[in-house]
């Protein structure tokens, strides 16, 4: 089977290494892919990124499945537009999408379907975002009502970081139309966990658990980031919580977008707040798989994922199996110089030729350009690997860490601290 992944970061890398692992997969092709895909035999990087094009490129090349990694391109509607070419792929129609690319369509349908979220209310004008704050005053959150690259949700410790959140969505208009709109809701405390599940349109396959680490520094300091570490499991998803979020989450989510009319395909990605009392929130939706929670996750898949995400773009989900390995797996990313603000590129990155059982090293931010490979993201590579305890997973990541090196890389240094105090 020829499959292709769109997508250049970790999570493309690891889905296109995960795919590489199955006998069913003859050719695995990247559109745009990475430094790290290009220097694998195993995968050939198309330099794509227009939809049209990638559907005129999976027609000519007779494409079996094609996977959507990221959320832009399910925004701006390529499940449909191949469904419409009677083209295999695996992911949300853009109306199903909107989970994810609209907060008040979020917000609005978790209110419909009473699946418990922060109270909240949407806002298109500034004068009444300022009197509500004034009202509920901080901690509060302002998030834009679109995409914004992950930078649209300011979590704000006092009213005036609230009132310059407004300012800078609906006075400024900074996020352009992603901030005509922004959602204000209640501020809520816990342990974040990432919930992800595959599903064809009716069946439910969960994943296995995982958590992230969103801020810059050790300690869950500095800045929001995209992402510097995750691992999987994630102990604070006990077998109560794990029941609970089926219940009051996943299937009302998944049988409300049906009841709706619009039958979710794809990973749906529930981000979680756990409280001290065990009360459990949906922060968010994505629509597509975690980075970097993908890279550890799938390192514990056994299963053949290939044949479960065929299935289900089938929707044959109802039979379908999925096996995890039982060890911890842990991911810590090496970010550029200046990331978030302003990650400095085209360094190059020098990485010893030594293997390590169990470990992975996986692209995201580079580029191979003149027989060198360089950074050209934020987030440049995400260090993956499996040990019987959190502990040894995580002393293999950072043996793995050893072995790179670029200028100015930044990296967390205790990832897996909350598994390891919950132990
Ligand atoms: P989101 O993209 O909506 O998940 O928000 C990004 C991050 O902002 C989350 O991972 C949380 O750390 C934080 N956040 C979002 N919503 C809330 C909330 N209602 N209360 C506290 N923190 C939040
Ligand atoms: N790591 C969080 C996300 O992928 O949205």
């Known amino acids: 089977m020829k499959v292709l992944v769109i997508g250049s970061g970790g999570r493309e890398h690891a889905i296109a290494w995960k795919l590489s692992q199955s006998s069913k997969v003859k050719s695995i092709y990247i559109a745009p892919g990475n430094g790290g895909t290009h220097l694998n035999p195993k995968f050939k990087n198309i330099n794509l990124i227009d939809i049209n094009l990638i559907a005129d490129f999976a027609i000519k090349e007779t494409i079996d499945l094609t996977i959507v990694g990221p959320e832009l391109p399910l925004s701006e509607g390529i499940v449909d537009l191949f469904r419409s070419k009677n083209l295999n792929i695996f992911g949300p129609t853009q109306r199903a999408a909107q989970l994810e690319s609209s907060k008040d369509f979020a917000k609005d349908f978790m209110y419909r379907h009473h699946i418990p979220t922060a109270k909240y209310k949407t806002f298109k004008t ?65 342990e974040e966990a990432s919930f992800m599940v595959i599903c064809d349109g009716k069946t439910i396959l969960p994943l296995a658990t995982s958590q992230d680490h969103k801020r810059l520094l050790d300690q869950d300091m500095g800045p929001n980031t995209g992402g510097m570490g995750a691992y999987s499991p994630a102990p604070v998803v006990t077998k109560e919580i794990y029941t609970k979020v089926m219940d009051e989450i996943i299937y009302p989510t998944i049988n409300g977008m049906a009841k709706d009319g619009i039958p979710f395909t794809g990973f749906l990605y529930a981000g979680l707040m756990i409280t001290k009392s065990g009360e459990v929130k949906t922060l968010e939706y994505n629509c597509r798989m ?9 390192m514990r898949l056994k299963s053949d994922l290939f ?17 995890w390995d039982a060890r911890t797996a842990l991911a810590v990313v090496l970010a550029s110089a200046g990331y978030p603000e302003n990650p400095k590129l085209q360094d190059e990155i020098y990485i010893e030729d030594r293997l390590i059982s169990d470990s992975y090293i ?59 105090n919950n132990n």
């Open 362 to 420: 996986f692209h995201a931010g580079t580029i191979y350009k003149d027989n060198k490979l360089l950074t050209s993201g934020g987030r440049v590579l995400a260090v993956t690997a499996l040990g019987n305890s959190v502990k040894e997973a995580q002393s293999k990541v950072y043996e793995v860490i050893n072995t790179v090196k670029f200028n100015g890389a930044q990296y967390r240094k205790d990832i897996g601290y909350r598994a390891l």
């Open 126 to 190: 500034p004068d009444e975002a300022h009197q509500y704050i004034n009202e509920q005053r901080a901690p509060i959150v302002i998030k834009a009502d679109g995409l914004a690259s992950g930078k649209g949700v300011i979590v704000a410790m006092t009213d005036k970081e609230a009132h310059d959140a407004v300012n800078f969505m609906l006075v400024d208009n900074k996020f352009g139309d992603a901030g005509a709109k922004v959602v204000i809701e209640e501020f809520l405390q816990g």
């Open 307 to 323: 044949e479960i995400l065929y299935n289900a773009a089938l929707s044959q989900l109802n039979s379908t199996k999925i096996e």
């Open 290 to 298: 975690g980075d970097p929670e993908t890279q550890p996750i799938l």
